[in-house]
């Protein structure tokens, strides 16, 4: 029997808590109540207390407050923590003192008795002699909620042993044969914006949200256990258990469900996801095949289609990857242009692959993240064959990305091409500085660049951004050596070239101003004429060249 204290400032909650609680069928002997944090601490230092309800606003001493003090004075007190949508912000701390559910206002008769059930099983295990390995647990204050995280994750990882673990099973309702399970996994699109705009940069926060919406939409139906994957911050993973029921029924009313869901989670909080829903199945050994086949029903989403939030069932298998969705044979180009420091060229040759994609019959999640992994991989490789410090690289993939200010949400293949931009800005810059320090710069650089490519578009930026120097700085330095603006001996290499070219009777006029760089023949004539004072015809008449 068991003793269990409601902390509220709230009498109207308390009683209603008092009347929908069943008490005698969980085996609770007494109730009890402390109308604020302050006379909550007074009754667990007079009483022995197994439970303990909080109320996240009260004054004086909150909710938060209080489990921190509980944290550290009650480490093994359980404690169920009462509060609102609009309070998360108040409730990170629950997140931390491992409490065992968290229960939203109004409470309900079936979610708080449900929340009862789940505290009383952890009480019940700690009593438990047939398992060292709950009583380990116990023993480090694993709460039910964590006990069964691991649980469902020892089974999606294929790492469960029903035999030596089998006093688990009833954790999740694997002993009842009349149960039915289905994961469901949701990719958050926009996790990083959502995140920084309605989080506080607080993930854990935001999983927390999104897993009581979960819970809170799919509870009249089935009993659902949600939480974030430890693997992928952006994708949560739910998993669905119902009694009887037939697997069409289960399949329509998951897809039914998680369209709510995606729609709440779009309205509170402006969270976009994708879902992919697996297949049901008795056994719950299964639930490692259902989650596959949720992921691979994410992974082929089509993002050339997608226009929002978007639930889907499992997909057979995850879409192939298709011969031109391959970024390895561009590589070498784009290592060329930013060697050269011309990322705006690199970006050019990105782009015309991205077009492959965009002309392509679909582009699903599951290729972006595939491009996505392999296009690291690759630019990785390539910065440290140009000298930049493996320290300076994202090498550990999405959390390493956000650490160097790279957004890595996208939910359509322009968001997808921008973020690939980014990173090149990213790689650019740091191959230009690793080339900076390891490349002492001299002003004779940049008059043999113009040497070598007189007949492309050369602006001063280009320069200035390669050096790390200012445009003003490098005229100036430029010039002193050599007597020329920048500008000014580009015009110059340029017109002797000219000369040079129309010496040949056998070239037009018109492949010589190609071959210079000029946009058409007119343009040419008008930039020879303003040098020299006369035309390129004039000059060849003058020449005898003319033909």
């Given at each position: 029997?068991?003793?269990?204290?409601?902390?509220?400032?709230?009498?109207?909650?308390?009683?209603?808590?008092?009347?929908?609680?069943?008490?005698?069928?969980?085996?609770?002997?007494?109730?009890?109540?402390?109308?604020?944090?302050?006379?909550?601490?007074?009754?667990?230092?007079?009483?022995?207390?197994?439970?303990?309800?909080?109320?996240?606003?009260?004054?004086?001493?909150?909710?938060?407050?209080?489990?921190?003090?509980?944290e550290r004075d009650y480490p093994d007190l359980l404690t169920i923590v009462i509060s609102g949508y609009n309070d998360f912000e108040y409730t990170r701390q629950a997140i931390r003192s491992k409490v065992v559910d968290y229960l939203l206002k109004?409470?309900?008769?079936?979610?708080?008795?449900?929340?009862?059930?789940?505290?009383?099983?952890?009480?019940?295990?700690?009593?438990?002699?047939?398992?060292?390995?709950?009583?380990?647990?116990?023993?480090?204050?694993?709460?039910?909620?964590?006990?069964?995280?691991?649980?469902?994750?020892?089974?999606?990882?294929?790492?469960?042993?029903?035999?030596?673990?089998?006093?688990?099973?009833?954790?999740?309702?694997?002993?009842?044969?009349?149960?039915?399970?289905?994961?469901?996994?949701?990719?958050?699109?926009?996790?990083?914006?959502?995140?920084?705009?309605?989080?506080?940069?607080?993930?854990?926060?935001?999983?927390?949200?999104?897993?009581?919406?979960?819970?809170?939409?799919?509870?009249?139906?089935?009993?659902?256990?949600?939480?974030?994957?430890?693997?992928?911050?952006?994708?949560?993973?739910?998993?669905?258990?119902?009694?009887?029921?037939?697997?069409?029924?289960?399949?329509?009313?998951?897809?039914?469900?998680?369209?709510?869901?995606?729609?709440?989670?779009?309205?509170?909080?402006?969270?976009?996801?994708?879902?992919?829903?697996?297949?049901?199945?008795?056994?719950?050994?299964?639930?490692?095949?259902?989650?596959?086949?949720?992921?691979?029903?994410?992974?082929?989403?089509?993002?050339?289609?997608?226009?929002?939030?978007?639930?889907?069932?499992?997909?057979?298998?995850?879409?192939?990857?298709?011969?031109?969705?391959?970024?390895?044979?561009?590589?070498?180009?784009?290592?060329?242009?930013?060697?050269?420091?011309?990322?705006?060229?690199?970006?050019?040759?990105?782009?015309?692959?991205?077009?492959?994609?965009?002309?392509?019959?679909?582009?699903?999640?599951?290729?972006?993240?595939?491009?996505?992994?392999?296009?690291?991989?690759?630019?990785?490789?390539?910065?440290?064959?140009?000298?930049?410090?493996?320290?300076?690289?994202?090498?550990?993939?999405?959390?390493?990305?956000?650490?160097?200010?790279?957004?890595?949400?996208?939910?359509?293949?322009?968001?997808?091409?921008?973020?690939?931009?980014?990173?090149?800005?990213?790689?650019?810059?740091?191959?230009?500085?690793?080339?900076?320090?390891?490349?002492?710069?001299?002003?004779?650089?940049?008059?043999?660049?113009?040497?070598?490519?007189?007949?492309?578009?050369?602006?001063?930026?280009?320069?200035?951004?390669?050096?790390?120097?200012?445009?003003?700085?490098?005229?100036?330095?430029?010039?002193?050596?050599?007597?020329?603006?920048?500008?000014?001996?580009?015009?110059?290499?340029?017109?002797?070239?000219?000369?040079?070219?129309?010496?040949?009777?056998?070239?037009?006029?018109?492949?010589?101003?190609?071959?210079?760089?000029?946009?058409?023949?007119?343009?040419?004539?008008?930039?020879?004429?303003?040098?020299?004072?006369?035309?390129?015809?004039?000059?060849?008449?003058?020449?005898?060249?003319?033909?």
């Open positions: 029997m068991y003793k269990v204290l409601i902390i509220d400032d709230e009498e109207p909650l308390r009683e209603a808590i008092r009347i929908l609680g069943d008490w005698n069928g969980l085996g609770i002997e007494e109730v009890l109540e402390a109308t604020d944090g302050k006379a909550g601490l007074e009754m667990l230092a007079e009483h022995k207390i197994d439970l303990a309800m909080i109320d996240m606003k009260m004054p004086e001493l909150n909710g938060m407050e209080l489990l921190q003090i509980i109004p409470v309900n008769r079936h979610d708080l008795n449900q929340s009862l059930r789940k505290a009383i099983d952890v009480l019940d295990a700690k009593r438990k002699k047939d398992s060292d390995f709950i009583n380990r647990n116990i023993t480090l204050n694993m709460s039910l909620p964590r006990l069964k995280e691991k649980v469902y994750l020892s089974i999606i990882e294929r790492s469960f042993k029903s035999q030596t673990n089998e006093a688990f099973l009833p954790l999740i309702g694997a002993d009842d044969p009349g149960n039915r399970f289905s994961a469901v996994v949701l990719r958050v699109l926009n996790l990083e914006e959502i995140r920084k705009s309605r989080f506080n940069e607080d993930t854990d926060l935001l999983h927390f949200a999104v897993a009581n919406v979960i819970n809170e939409i799919t509870g009249d139906h089935f009993q659902t256990f949600s939480f974030a994957s430890p693997k992928q911050e952006r994708e949560m993973i739910a998993i669905l258990t119902m009694k009887g029921g037939y697997p069409e029924d289960i399949a329509y009313r998951s897809v039914h469900q998680m369209n709510k869901v995606a729609a709440t989670l779009k309205e509170l909080f402006g969270i976009v996801v994708a879902a992919g829903i697996g297949h049901s199945s008795h056994d719950a050994m299964e639930i490692a095949s259902s989650y596959e086949a949720a992921k691979a029903a994410i992974s082929a989403i089509d993002l050339l289609k997608l226009k929002g939030a978007v639930v889907t069932g499992a997909a057979d298998r995850a879409s192939a990857v298709k011969d031109n969705q391959s970024l390895t044979s561009r590589i070498p180009t784009i290592r060329n242009a930013l060697e050269g420091g011309n990322v705006q060229h690199a970006k050019a040759i990105l782009s015309e692959f991205v077009k492959k994609w965009k002309s392509s019959d679909g582009f699903s999640f599951g290729e972006a993240d595939r491009a996505l992994h392999e296009y690291i991989i690759l630019l990785n490789d390539t910065a440290l064959e140009l000298g930049v410090d493996p320290g300076q690289l994202p090498m550990s993939g999405e959390h390493a990305l956000r650490a160097i200010g790279i957004s890595t949400d996208f939910a359509t293949l322009e968001q997808f091409e921008q973020l690939l931009h980014g990173i090149l800005d990213f790689y650019s810059g740091e191959i230009r500085k690793s080339q900076t320090v390891n490349q002492p710069f001299e002003v004779g650089d940049i008059k043999s660049y113009i040497d070598n490519h007189y007949f492309e578009e050369i602006k001063i930026s280009m320069f200035a951004d390669k050096y790390f120097l200012s445009r003003e700085y490098l005229m100036k330095l430029f010039k002193q050596q050599f007597g020329f603006g920048i500008h000014e001996y580009v015009q110059k290499v340029r017109m002797d070239k000219a000369k040079e070219l129309l010496d040949d009777s056998s070239l037009k006029i018109q492949d010589i101003s190609e071959m210079l760089g000029y946009k058409d023949k007119n343009y040419f004539s008008k930039a020879f004429r303003n040098y020299y004072s006369l035309s390129p015809s004039e000059y060849r008449a003058l020449n005898g060249t003319d033909k």
